[in-house]
Structures are given as C-alpha cells and as structure tokens.
C-alpha cells in the first residue's frame, strides 16, 4: 500500500463541528505536516482546490489557500516526498496549469503530481462568474478531458496547436517540459460512471471515499474498466483517523466532535451538494459531518481495517487526515504506522531521515 496525507489548506479540515479542532490553513501548519510525512518515509502529499465553504459560526472551508502555491512552496522545503496540488479546469486555461506545473515539477525535481477535479459545488464558481450553467454538471467530465488533452499536448511537445469545442490554442509554447517529460502523475477522484472512465483513460491514480462497500465496488469497477481499456489504475482510498489508545476512548472523541455539529454550515453543504444531480457526491462521498469517512479505534483495529483493505479489496493506497494534524500525526507516526509496516502493508519504504 502507498501513502499519503490530504493536507489541511482549508480551515478545520474535513470535520464540521465546533468541537473539533479549530485552526486556519497557514503555510507554517502545511510546512510542518508534510516535513513530518517526509520524515516517516510516506509517499505523497496532497492539498485540495476550495474557493467557497458553507458558513455558519465555524464558516467550514470559508477559508483556503491556493492549491498551486502552497505546493510550491513545500516542494523547495522537501527532498524525496510527492508533491500533488489539485486544479479545477474551468478556473485555470490548460496552458497556464501545464506552465505551472512544469516549474514546480522543476523546483521538486520531478516530484510533482496533479489532481484534476472535475467540480461539484457549482457555488465556488459562480462566485467568480466561472459557472457555464447547471449542464455543465454532466458535461464535466468532457470538459477535463479536453483541458487534460491540451495539458498533456503541451507537457509532450513544448508547444501544441489545437482547435477543441473549449479551447483554441495556436502554437502555443510551454517550455520548459516537465523533469519527467509528459509524465507528472495525474490522480482524479472521479466515483460516478462517467468520472471512472475519465480516471482509468487519463489518469494514474483514482481516490475514492465512501463506506466499505462503496470503496470496494468503487475499487473493483476502476480495475474492470481499467482492464477493458488495456489501461492501469491505482485506487486510493481517503480516510479521516481518529485513534486513540482504545477503541472506546476513539469513539467517544468521535461522538463528542457529531455533538458539537455546526448545524448551519452542515446545511450549508447539504445546499451545495445538493445541486450535483449528475455526480456520486451526494449519496457517496459526503454523508455526514465528517467530509472524509472516518477510521475510528485502537491502532491494532485500525490496522486491521487498513489489512482488510489490502487482502480483500482493490484499494492499493491510503490517504490521511486528522483532527489535530500535528498532534495525530506523531500519533499516527508513533504507534499506527510501526503496526503497518510490522504486518507488511506496505509496498516500498522511503529512505526515512531523522527529523
Ligand atoms: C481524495 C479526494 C480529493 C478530492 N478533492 C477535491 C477538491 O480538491 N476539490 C473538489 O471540488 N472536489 C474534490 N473531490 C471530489 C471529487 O472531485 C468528486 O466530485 C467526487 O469524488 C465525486 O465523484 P464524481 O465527480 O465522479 O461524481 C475530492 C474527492 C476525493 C475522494
């Protein structure tokens, strides 16, 4: 198994609740997150692209950092760990993303990756006036592949001309070509039918969220459609971990944070999710207060949950969050990850370097 940590760039990360941790995203948290996820030997980093949250007292995702730049920065303060930064196609123009991407590809030495979304709250974009009106949500994933065509053109020949239904480009220059020419990884987190087959076509990764039944139809459908196209296809699966020393103690901090729901921003998201008729999101991947499933227990269950996943499943990485991403990261780092690796749950183990 791969993996990685979903990094805090939006406040209060993936719990809507004022009883869990409360902080702003700031360059200095993510810095000393993913230091520390390159310490213990992990494989990736990724922070999410935001442009709107959903209010209320705790005003969840109200506030966020730029994906591109955040990742910049932490690629010239990291050595060995990949670096992911997410984009959204309908905010940036394909030749401007694929420039972006090969100079931090550049200052990461070939470290770097992107997550392409495809975009579900049609809020974070109407704001800026970038919403082409509510069919865009099944043609979205259309859209990215074309905008995904024009990056990879690029990436491959340092210059392209293309006359596409979105994009026009005529002998446009991108140079210099990405460190690892035509190859950055991209990941996408498509889950309905046709972001599946958006995934498995032109991407390297696929993450999912959902219940242990969804992750594991989600898992095996992206290696069926995978196996049809003569295509691979990692699937990774997010998680939110709450541990504790016992498996009582865990769900008792995990009951405390569903009682102190900030029931005006969760309405907030149920608004906004529920304008995506054409995705998963609504039933999958956003059911409750905790934006990412959570894995709540004792290290030792834990582990067993995450062997479960590698014996019986498709699911072929992980990626964390936390409530506290300082304090459940040594956590995570001190008694969970020396349980992983004792059990052989993981592929390779990056040369760890003492802190
Ligand atoms: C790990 C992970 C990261 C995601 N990152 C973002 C993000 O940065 N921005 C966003 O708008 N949606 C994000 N999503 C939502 C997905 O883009 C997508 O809408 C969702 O997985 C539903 O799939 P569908 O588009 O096929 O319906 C993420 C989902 C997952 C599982």
């Given at each position: 198994m791969d993996f990685g940590i979903f990094l805090p760039i939006a406040n209060n990360g993936w719990i809507i609740s004022k009883n869990s941790p409360q902080y702003m995203p700031t360059f200095e948290l993510n810095k000393e997150v993913t230091i520390k996820a390159e310490n213990m030997g992990l494989d990736f980093v990724l922070s999410m692209v935001k442009f709107r949250g959903y209010g209320g007292e705790t005003e969840h995702w109200d506030y966020a950092m730029d994906s591109f730049n955040m990742m910049a920065g932490l690629a010239a303060v990291t050595e060995r760990?990949?670096?992911?930064?997410t984009v959204q196609p309908l905010t940036l123009h394909p030749a401007m993303a694929a420039r972006m991407a090969a100079t931090i590809d550049d200052i990461s030495n070939g470290r770097f990756g992107m997550n392409v979304v495809a975009g579900w709250n049609k809020y974070e974009y109407s704001q800026m006036g970038l919403w082409p009106g509510d069919e865009f949500y099944n043609d979205r994933y259309n859209y990215a592949e074309e905008w995904l065509t024009v990056v990879k053109g690029l990436w491959d020949n340092g210059r392209l001309t293309h006359k596409g239904k979105y994009f026009d480009l005529d002998d446009c220059l991108c140079q210099p070509a990405p460190v690892n020419k035509s190859n950055p990884p991209i990941v996408c987190a498509g889950m309905s039918e046709k972001g599946l087959r958006f995934t498995v076509k032109h991407c390297n990764v696929n993450f999912v969220a959902g219940d242990l039944e969804q992750i594991t139809s989600v898992s095996a459908k992206g290696k069926q459609i995978?196996?049809?196209?003569?295509?691979?296809?990692?699937?990774?699966?997010?998680?939110?971990?709450?541990?504790?020393?016992?498996?009582e103690e865990a769900q008792s901090i995990y009951q405390h944070f569903?009682?102190?729901?900030?029931?005006?921003?969760?309405?907030?998201?149920?608004?906004?999710?529920?304008?995506d008729k054409a995705g998963s999101t609504t039933e999958k991947l956003l059911g409750d207060i905790y934006l990412a499933p959570t894995l709540t227990g004792a290290p030792e269950t834990i582990v067993d949950f995450i062997e479960h996943l590698s014996t019986n499943t498709?699911?072929?990485?992980?990626?964390?969050?936390?409530?506290?991403?300082?304090?459940?990261?040594?956590?995570?780092?001190?008694?969970?990850?020396p349980l992983i690796e004792a059990r052989g749950l993981r592929n390779k183990v990056i040369q760890k370097i003492e802190a």
């Open positions: 760990i990949g670096i992911f930064a995978a196996a049809e196209m003569g295509k691979e296809i990692k699937t990774y699966a997010l998680y939110t971990l709450i541990a504790a020393d016992t498996d569903i009682d102190g729901t900030d029931q005006d921003s969760f309405s907030g998201l149920q608004t906004a999710r529920s304008n498709e699911v072929d990485g992980l990626l964390f969050a936390f409530p506290d991403f300082i304090k459940d990261t040594d956590y995570f780092e001190e008694k969970i990850l």
